[in-house]
């Protein structure tokens, strides 16, 4: 089947730490891949995607690459901030629309 | 342009109530989903659209209908509410595979 599998959290860093959230899956097919945030009290909001082999998505100084041979999509941050703490879930469409969701990393940057 | 709004915000219903949570969205997506969220759970699927008139169940159906008569919106139904449904719901809109989904701003239910 279809699934995501993101390593557990609380993650807790300082800020300006270098940031790395790992994210794995498993697809038939040639799955689309996400990052969402979810800033407490909020909804989900996309963060980055790519949609091929080799792809970088980027956005707001995160970056994921889409790598194939691994299964792979992780999350990496060259200097957090405060205002990164949030909860982080990787995800993947498949044929069909369905969005599956990995269970999500709790982020917490402490100044 | 709205994205994708949610009615209402928050709700408490008493067991055995019947509800339905809105979802409209303006921007002609085509495919439409319903998940819930609980502590510790992550995000699951309820049900998903791929278009008007199509709607297929997802992870966590039971207890929940939708319908999807038109492109704009995707009502979800709670027909007799149980305090397992107690939840935060989001419903999110998609334009095509490579895009993503939109997410609405959610729906807090408590059953009591």
């Known amino acids: 089947g279809n699934s995501v599998t993101q390593m557990e959290g609380p993650v807790t860093l300082s800020e300006e730490a270098f940031l790395t959230i790992n994210c794995t899956y498993t697809?038939?097919?040639?799955?689309?891949l996400f990052w969402y945030v979810q800033y407490p009290g909020e909804g989900l909001q996309l963060l980055l995607k790519a949609t091929k082999a080799d792809d970088k998505g980027s956005n707001k100084g995160f970056e994921a690459t889409y790598r194939k041979e691994t299964t792979s999509f992780h999350l990496e941050k060259g200097s957090v901030q405060v205002s990164d703490s949030a909860v982080y879930f990787c995800?993947?469409?498949?044929?069909?629309?369905?969005?599956?969701f990995g269970q999500g990393t709790e982020l917490s940057v402490k100044p | 342009n709205a994205g994708v709004t949610q009615t209402p915000k928050f709700q408490v219903l008493k067991t055995g109530q019947s509800m339905t949570l809105q979802c409209a969205q303006d921007m002609n997506h085509e495919y439409m989903s319903w998940y819930r969220q609980d502590p510790g759970m992550g995000l699951r699927l309820i049900h998903y659209?791929?278009?008007?008139?199509?709607?297929d169940q997802g992870e966590v159906p039971n207890g929940y209908n939708v319908s999807r008569s038109t492109t704009e919106d995707f009502p979800l139904r709670l027909l007799s509410a149980a305090p397992s449904q107690t939840s935060v719901y989001f419903c999110?809109?998609?334009?095509?595979?490579?895009?993503?989904?939109?997410f609405g701003s959610g729906t807090r239910l408590t059953v009591v």
């Open positions: 659209s791929v278009g008007a008139g199509i709607t």
């Open positions: 697809a038939t097919g040639y799955p689309s």
């Open positions: 999110a809109s998609m334009g095509g595979l490579l895009g993503g989904y939109t």
């Open positions: 995800a993947l469409i498949v044929q069909g629309g369905k969005l599956i």
